[in-house]
């Protein structure tokens, strides 16, 4: 169970797995799409869009790759040849990855994708775009060897990354900060505030990126090109420097990624205000949040070497964006000279199919921003159509079954992208795969199980309600925090117990369990399927030879590693500054070692998501670390966790920009540059958000917020403080306590990976091969203070457009799916962002009808859908505790 996790760093629309219930999705599956699994005939050779590019790189690369075989997506031929990106995709697919790690053979440029490439008119400089292979033996005429061109060894990244580089195209621009600063201003601020929404609302860097390419090119025609004087700058700089480029819309596309995410530190500075009451001011947030965001950087620095240089470190997820950008700037011209790519052509391509893409996202983005003022404000039984509910509204058992807020939403009806893509993201971004294992997890655990432990009277819960994220005493209220809290924000255990032990939710308690499971799982789960890859890789990253990328980006210079360590070491400062001037209640060397934590874990974590695309997280870990050598302390163990966890996951990210810059060919000074400026300036504007909506919102973070601003991240991010922090986990989990016998989810997540492995091996072309075991148990992550109802619905949206129509409409989903994605999640936003404006700060509320009330008369909507309550004096739970 986390908070919103697109909301939080890291990356937003990436986040699929948690192996914690609490405000961090730490292990973390990215839902990126892989090649195109479906073998469609060639377009037309001209004219054609870049989008057709696009799709035709993928179809050949596909082909190539994968063969004809991908119709059924539950039927695999042994004899297939299936890509590496498949099979991080994939990979309980028995195969033979040797040959990949074999030297590639030269090939001719006629067979290499079509990709602009710099006029020998350019001068010197542009000469030397294209590199020769090196101590190649073919026996090739000298005028065959001019015309041949070295290339990536790994196949997933010939698809995707043109082994090319125009060293001419200005990237350090003046049009590219404009865009950069204004896009990270919006984007941070908005997420900010929507994630104190619930759903929460998140856009990513996939938005910024389309975004961008009108801006820009608008910038190019309507800006004039004055020379602008830069203070700190020895020359002036154009103020329109040309055609906007690719590596311009590549720095951009990197100042979103590390801005949008919302900052984790934002959750403690909410749990400490409106849940503890406490404030220590603005300084410390800034303080706080910048040290927290930044640290990591020091590490991203070191460890370039090993996870950005080498070949073998692939990075999967920055695959989709490059080809996706690339599409962008083909050589080719489009039809009718339409500049952003005209969708056309092929049998089936459906709505939309004929008109330039970019018409297509701005009518999505305004029919979904005019569309959600019904389901949002005018009618909102359309958001969540928990109808049976309505009927027996006062009934624990049908309100619990079938409702939205605290139930299972066994008919998850809604109309409303908010809650569909709310929690989870986006379906339209995920393989159909990922989405399918993910339901798996919610229809056995969260339905089926949760149904069964809860009516069977486990962990006491007849008196708690079925599914929500707070803290309750053995009286069925919530947990008062304030009766076991000393003056100095410390556990009283004497008053702990003569108070109450500490009760959750069925889903609550069974998240912390899948959690669990989740970590045993990954790690096994990596073992058996990528061991051998990642430890191959991993030799190969100290040995192999620079690869054509490394090459190319030679002619640039390296950002010198002691800025990087400069960075660290400023930041290290700030960090011991917030720890040691304020009462923090966190010794200075518990905050070393949280660093330590973080410093030793980004390698071996970094290798394997470099190779495999997951990400294990620490938040488990630290708490568990810091709650039993601090217990008492729950703003230590906020700080502590914080710093031993994000350290590692904003220094991943970071690498993980800078190998996306790596396959961008952007000069890497120019690179640490737009990282740092954005990340420090994306603080300042979370910091004041955060603050500006809390002062602002009338009724912020209680349950009953008109515009649903519930804070539901920081509502978890609390709950966590006080389980792992305040009471601590030997009073909760250890055992003898009421929630011990989760521990023996660490035992079922170790076993499954390997019963699927050995099932699998057996039978090789069953759907077995498909189950992944880190997913099933961490897919749902939210839940809660997500319900059912976001996964189920997220679910099926999922399947009709990542199998159903990419199966039966390649050609619409190729061209329009991540356009429509972005469209709707922008659409969306925006009308939040009028509501709240225009109406929640004018204190205009919803119209008064039924459409309206319905929703809010449910015992389901009250969090009271319990079964049995307890008399006056009584209680329900253990004698002594």
Same mark, same amino acid.
């Given at each position: 169970?986390?908070?919103?996790?697109?909301?939080?760093?890291?990356?937003?629309?990436?986040?699929?797995?948690?192996?914690?219930?609490?405000?961090?999705?730490?292990?973390?599956?990215?839902?990126?799409?892989?090649?195109?699994?479906?073998?469609?005939?060639?377009?037309?050779?001209?004219?054609?869009?870049?989008?057709?590019?696009?799709?035709?790189?993928?179809?050949?690369?596909?082909?190539?790759?994968?063969?004809?075989?991908?119709?059924?997506?539950?039927?695999?031929?042994?004899?297939?040849?299936?890509?590496?990106?498949?099979?991080?995709?994939?990979?309980?697919?028995?195969?033979?990855?040797?040959?990949?790690?074999?030297?590639?053979?030269?090939?001719?440029?006629?067979?290499?994708?079509?990709?602009?490439?710099?006029?020998?008119?350019?001068?010197?400089?542009?000469?030397?775009?294209?590199?020769?292979?090196?101590?190649?033996?073919?026996?090739?005429?000298?005028?065959?060897?001019?015309?041949?061109?070295?290339?990536?060894?790994?196949?997933?990244?010939?698809?995707?990354?043109?082994?090319?580089?125009?060293?001419?195209?200005?990237?350090?621009?003046?049009?590219?900060?404009?865009?950069?600063?204004?896009?990270?201003?919006?984007?941070?601020?908005?997420?900010?505030?929507?994630?104190?929404?619930?759903?929460?609302?998140?856009?990513?860097?996939?938005?910024?990126?389309?975004?961008?390419?009108?801006?820009?090119?608008?910038?190019?025609?309507?800006?004039?090109?004055?020379?602008?004087?830069?203070?700190?700058?020895?020359?002036?700089?154009?103020?329109?420097?040309?055609?906007?480029?690719?590596?311009?819309?590549?720095?951009?596309?990197?100042?979103?990624?590390?801005?949008?995410?919302?900052?984790?530190?934002?959750?403690?500075?909410?749990?400490?205000?409106?849940?503890?009451?406490?404030?220590?001011?603005?300084?410390?947030?800034?303080?706080?949040?910048?040290?927290?965001?930044?640290?990591?950087?020091?590490?991203?620095?070191?460890?370039?070497?090993?996870?950005?240089?080498?070949?073998?470190?692939?990075?999967?997820?920055?695959?989709?964006?490059?080809?996706?950008?690339?599409?962008?700037?083909?050589?080719?011209?489009?039809?009718?000279?339409?500049?952003?790519?005209?969708?056309?052509?092929?049998?089936?391509?459906?709505?939309?199919?004929?008109?330039?893409?970019?018409?297509?996202?701005?009518?999505?983005?305004?029919?979904?921003?005019?569309?959600?003022?019904?389901?949002?404000?005018?009618?909102?039984?359309?958001?969540?159509?928990?109808?049976?509910?309505?009927?027996?509204?006062?009934?624990?058992?049908?309100?619990?079954? &079938?409702?939205? #807020?605290? $139930? /299972? !939403?066994?008919?998850? %009806? *809604?109309?409303?992208?908010?809650?569909?893509?709310?929690?989870? =993201?986006?379906?339209?971004?995920?393989?159909?795969?990922?989405?399918?294992?993910?339901?798996?997890?919610?229809?056995?655990?969260?339905?089926?199980?949760?149904?069964?432990?809860?009516?069977?009277?486990?962990?006491?819960?007849?008196?708690?309600?079925?599914?929500?994220?707070?803290?309750?005493?053995?009286?069925?209220?919530?947990?008062?925090?304030?009766?076991?809290?000393?003056?100095?924000?410390?556990?009283?255990?004497?008053?702990?117990?003569?108070?109450?032990?500490?009760?959750?939710?069925?889903? &609550?308690?069974? #998240?912390? $369990? /899948? !959690?669990?499971?989740? %970590? *045993?799982?990954?790690?096994?789960?990596?073992?058996?399927?990528? =061991?051998?890859?990642?430890?191959?890789?991993?030799?190969?990253?100290?040995?192999?030879?620079?690869?054509?990328?490394?090459?190319?980006?030679?002619?640039?210079?390296?950002?010198?590693?002691?800025?990087?360590?400069?960075?660290?070491?400023?930041?290290?400062?700030?960090?011991?500054?917030?720890?040691?001037?304020?009462?923090?209640?966190?010794?200075?060397?518990?905050?070393?070692?949280?660093?330590?934590?973080?410093?030793?874990?980004?390698?071996?974590?970094?290798?394997?998501?470099?190779?495999?695309?997951?990400?294990?997280?620490?938040?488990?870990?630290?708490?568990? %670390?810091?709650?039993?050598?601090?217990?008492?302390?729950?703003?230590?163990?906020?700080?502590?966790?914080?710093?031993?966890?994000?350290?590692?996951?904003?220094?991943?990210?970071?690498?993980?920009?800078?190998?996306?810059?790596?396959?961008?060919?952007?000069?890497?000074?120019?690179?640490?540059?737009?990282?740092?400026?954005?990340?420090?300036?994306?603080?300042?504007?979370?910091?004041?958000?955060?603050?500006?909506?809390?002062?602002?919102?009338?009724?912020?973070?209680?349950?009953?917020?008109?515009?649903?601003?519930?804070?539901?991240?920081?509502?978890?991010?609390?709950?966590?403080?006080?389980?792992?922090?305040?009471?601590?986990?030997?009073?909760?989990?250890?055992?003898?306590?009421?929630?011990?016998?989760?521990?023996?989810?660490?035992?079922?997540?170790?076993?499954?990976?390997?019963?699927?492995?050995?099932?699998?091996?057996?039978?090789?072309?069953?759907?077995?091969?498909?189950?992944?075991?880190?997913?099933?148990?961490?897919?749902?992550?939210?839940?809660?203070?997500?319900?059912?109802?976001?996964?189920?619905?997220?679910?099926?949206?999922?399947?009709?457009?990542?199998?159903?129509?990419?199966?039966?409409?390649?050609?619409?989903?190729?061209?329009?799916?991540?356009?429509?994605?972005?469209?709707?999640?922008?659409?969306?936003?925006?009308?939040?962002?009028?509501?709240?404006?225009?109406?929640?700060?004018?204190?205009?509320?919803?119209?008064?009808?039924?459409?309206?009330?319905?929703?809010?008369?449910?015992?389901?909507?009250?969090?009271?859908?319990?079964?049995?309550?307890?008399?006056?004096?009584?209680?329900?739970?253990?004698?002594?505790?």
């Amino acid at each position: 169970m986390t908070e919103p996790s697109s909301s939080k760093s890291p990356a937003p629309e990436q986040r699929l797995l948690a192996d914690e219930p609490d405000s961090d999705n730490d292990i973390t599956p990215k839902a990126t799409p892989g090649p195109s699994q479906a073998h469609q005939p060639p377009e037309p050779s001209s004219p054609r869009s870049p989008v057709a590019h696009l799709k035709d790189s993928l179809n050949k690369a596909r082909h190539t790759l994968f063969g004809d075989h991908l119709t059924n997506p539950f039927e695999y031929d042994d004899e297939d040849n299936t890509s590496e990106n498949e099979l991080l995709l994939d990979p309980n697919l028995p195969a033979n990855y040797e040959d990949r790690h074999q030297p590639l053979p030269r090939h001719s440029l006629s067979s290499i994708h079509s990709h602009k490439r710099p006029s020998h008119d350019a001068g010197d400089a542009a000469d030397a775009f294209e590199l020769d292979s090196l101590n190649s033996q073919d026996p090739l005429d000298t005028s065959e060897q001019e015309e041949e061109v070295e290339n990536s060894p790994y196949p997933e990244v010939r698809a995707a990354v043109s082994p090319y580089d125009d060293p001419t195209l200005p990237c350090n621009t003046i049009r590219a900060w404009a865009i950069g600063l204004s896009l990270i201003f919006l984007g941070a601020s908005m997420n900010t505030l929507f994630s104190l929404r619930s759903p929460s609302i998140s856009l990513g860097a996939l938005i910024a990126q389309v975004i961008a390419w009108p801006l820009g090119h608008g910038w190019a025609r309507f800006v004039p090109d004055y020379h602008v004087k830069i203070p700190f700058v020895k020359k002036k700089l154009r103020l329109n420097p040309g055609e906007f480029n690719i590596k311009e819309h590549s720095i951009i596309v990197v100042m979103a990624s590390v801005s949008f995410g919302v900052a984790y530190a934002t959750d403690i500075i909410l749990a400490q205000k409106v849940f503890y009451k406490q404030d220590f001011g603005l300084m410390w947030q800034l303080l706080l949040t910048i040290s927290t965001q930044s640290l990591g950087y020091g590490i991203a620095g070191m460890m370039r070497r090993f996870l950005v240089y080498p070949a073998s470190m692939i990075w999967p997820g920055n695959l989709v964006s490059v080809t996706l950008m690339n599409a962008m700037y083909e050589e080719e011209e489009t039809k009718g000279g339409e500049g952003d790519g005209t969708v056309h052509g092929g049998k089936g391509v459906g709505i939309g199919g004929n008109m330039p893409r970019y018409r297509w996202f701005g009518i999505v983005t305004a029919v979904s921003c005019v569309y959600y003022f019904v389901p949002g404000f005018l009618a909102q039984f359309l958001s969540s159509f928990a109808f049976v509910t309505w009927m027996a509204p006062e009934n624990a058992v049908v309100n619990q079954l &079938f409702g939205y #807020s605290t $139930g /299972l !939403s066994l008919l998850p %009806i *809604t109309f409303d992208w908010t809650q569909i893509s709310g929690f989870v =993201g986006s379906p339209l971004i995920p393989p159909w795969h990922a989405i399918a294992n993910t339901m798996i997890g919610v229809l056995t655990f969260f339905v089926f199980l949760a149904a069964t432990l809860h009516y069977s009277g486990a962990w006491y819960s007849w008196y708690l309600p079925m599914s929500d994220s707070n803290t309750y005493d053995n009286t069925g209220k919530q947990y008062d925090v304030s009766r076991v809290l000393s003056a100095d924000y410390r556990l009283d255990e004497e008053a702990y117990k003569k108070y109450s032990p500490l009760f959750l939710s069925t889903t &609550f308690a069974l #998240s912390y $369990g /899948l !959690s669990f499971a989740a %970590i *045993t799982s990954l790690i096994v789960y990596t073992y058996l399927h990528h =061991g051998r890859t990642i430890w191959r890789q991993y030799r190969s990253s100290t040995t192999e030879k620079a690869d054509i990328h490394m090459k190319l980006m030679r002619r640039y210079k390296e950002a010198p590693t002691w800025w990087y360590m400069s960075l660290f070491g400023l930041m290290l400062g700030l960090g011991f500054l917030t720890v040691l001037a304020w009462p923090t209640n966190m010794t200075w060397w518990a905050f070393l070692l949280a660093v330590f934590i973080s410093f030793i874990f980004s390698l071996p974590i970094g290798i394997i998501q470099a190779v495999t695309n997951n990400q294990i997280g620490l938040n488990v870990l630290t708490e568990f %670390i810091y709650g039993y050598i601090q217990p008492g302390r729950p703003l230590g163990l906020m700080i502590f966790k914080t710093f031993g966890y994000i350290t590692m996951s904003q220094a991943l990210t970071f690498v993980s920009d800078l190998k996306f810059g790596h396959y961008m060919k952007i000069p890497p000074r120019t690179m640490f540059m737009a990282q740092v400026v954005a990340t420090t300036f994306s603080c300042f504007i979370q910091v004041f958000t955060l603050n500006y909506a809390l002062t602002n919102i009338p009724g912020v973070c209680t349950p009953t917020q008109p515009e649903h601003f519930t804070c539901p991240g920081g509502k978890v991010f609390f709950s966590a403080s006080v389980i792992w922090g305040l009471i601590g986990p030997a009073r909760i989990f250890s055992p003898g306590q009421i929630y011990s016998s989760l521990f023996l989810f660490f035992i079922l997540g170790a076993v499954t990976p390997l019963v699927i492995y050995l099932l699998a091996r057996k039978r090789p072309k069953s759907w077995l091969r498909f189950l992944m075991a880190p997913l099933i148990f961490g897919g749902a992550g939210s839940i809660p203070p997500a319900t059912p109802l976001n996964y189920l619905s997220w679910g099926i949206v999922g399947f009709i457009f990542q199998y159903w129509i990419k199966k039966r409409h390649f050609g619409w989903w190729s061209r329009l799916n991540f356009l429509t994605s972005s469209g709707l999640d922008l659409g969306l936003a925006l009308a939040t962002l009028v509501i709240f404006f225009v109406f929640t700060l004018n204190e205009i509320d919803p119209p008064k009808w039924w459409g309206n009330e319905v929703v809010m008369g449910t015992v389901d909507y009250k969090g009271t859908a319990v079964q049995m309550r307890v008399g006056e004096g009584q209680s329900f739970g253990p004698g002594t505790w």
